[in-house]
């Protein structure tokens, strides 16, 4: 019998079962495609994603680097340098290929083309029916490593409502085009943001957010001409893939001996760019949770703390695709400010959290929250004099 049996192969999935077999756990991980995947995302790895990986060994060379964050909106343009070191721009199937490979060095037994139809968890023995007849499986532990609709948090009644958010989805190209910039940049546009990420010496990905999908991917590009006059002309080199809805909320990350990690363990959006981050992260956390005796109760607070930072800016840049003048606003207000946009996106990475542990982040995330509400302040005394004038 195993001691985990995890169910989907992208990053969070296979993140755990190299934590799992470094800490000398017998893994079975299944995937009902095949490995390795390509998938819908952004592809910038935020700086506290890059530390998972080496902690994993996985090799990062041939990875594009990336300065930081920088927001682009009707000729206003702000930006964030990464804190402690660069992020990376990480084409999915190749991260991908360098997860499965460590996988596989460290003794993990991967099925691939593998359906779960059904789980049963008997309490001392959690047993995972295959499709077409399959021998049953069965581990001490189950892992929903399955993503946005993940039928591993369903099946164990751990979905919760939306509580009636505005519905979210998103595509993604590739172009071939030398990047322009070492920045992720976000454009803000009606209805819409661009996702701008180089991961390679000629290569973009762009991946447009929206509440409502134009008629096209075109459409979409449309509503950003600047950015669409750059991409003019340029090969495209990848299928269109697309995502969403993407907010999903669960009543809590464990149930019985079955376990969520990454996307499967509740998403909100995907304009920050740190679902591939938070799910690298949530993978070490669970596996060392379960090291140290903790258990699931361990590991749900662990993952309470890392949602903290992301959930809060992600919700903020939420308000601002509602709001475009408030937006405007800010990201004029950060312009000026570069350190102080720094630090919120040092707050949403977790790389504000280390440095304060090591006592040279001087205010981190409740300065930062407060650097938050003097914005919205500011912000509201600026739209109450342009409404007197």
């Known amino acids: 019998m195993k001691d985990l049996v995890i169910v989907g192969g992208g990053p969070a999935g296979l993140a755990t079962s190299i934590f799992a077999a470094k800490a000398g756990m017998r893994v079975q991980l299944l995937e009902r495609g095949s490995l390795p995947l390509d998938k819908p995302c952004g592809e910038g790895l935020m700086p506290s994603g890059v530390e998972v990986l080496e902690q994993m060994a996985i090799p990062l060379h041939g990875f594009r680097e990336l300065d930081g964050i920088r927001y682009v909106d009707a000729g206003r343009v702000a930006e964030a340098k990464f804190a402690s070191r660069q992020g990376l721009g990480v084409r999915r199937r190749e991260l991908s290929r360098r997860l499965t490979a460590r996988a596989r060095e460290l003794g993990v037994e991967i099925l691939e083309r593998t359906r779960v139809v059904a789980i049963r968890d008997d309490g001392d023995v959690v047993r995972v029916v295959r499709q077409q007849g399959g021998a049953e499986l069965c581990a001490r532990r189950l892992v929903g490593a399955d993503g946005l609709r993940s039928r591993i948090r369903r099946a164990v009644g751990l979905e919760a409502s939306n509580g009636g958010h505005a519905r979210r989805f998103g595509l993604r190209r590739h172009y071939r085009v030398q990047p322009w910039s070492s920045y992720v940049e976000v454009h803000w546009g009606h209805g819409g943001e661009a996702y701008v990420t180089p991961v390679g010496e000629n290569e973009i ?33 990848s299928s269109l893939k697309g995502a969403g809805p993407f907010r999903q909320n669960v009543s809590s990350v464990h149930r019985g001996n079955v376990v969520l990690v990454g996307d499967a363990a509740g998403y909100l959006d995907a304009l920050t760019g740190e679902g591939v981050a938070l799910g690298l992260r949530s993978a070490r956390a669970l596996i060392a949770s379960l090291s140290s005796g903790g258990g699931f109760l361990e590991y749900e607070a662990r993952y309470r703390k890392l949602r903290l930072r992301y959930d809060f800016m992600t919700e903020l840049a939420l308000v601002l695709t509602q709001h475009p003048s408030l937006r405007r606003s800010v990201i004029a207000f950060l312009a000026s400010c570069p350190r102080l946009f720094s630090k919120l996106v040092a707050v949403s990475s977790g790389e504000s959290h280390r440095k304060e542990r090591s006592g040279k982040w001087d205010g981190g995330f409740h300065a930062a929250k407060r650097s938050v509400g003097f914005i919205s302040s500011r912000w509201l005394s600026l739209d109450r004099s342009a409404k007197k004038t």
């Open 205 to 237: 990905g762009v991946a447009l957010l929206w509440h409502e999908p134009p008629a096209s991917y075109e459409d979409g590009l449309a509503l950003f001409p600047d950015l669409a006059a750059r991409l003019d002309g340029a090969a495209v080199t």
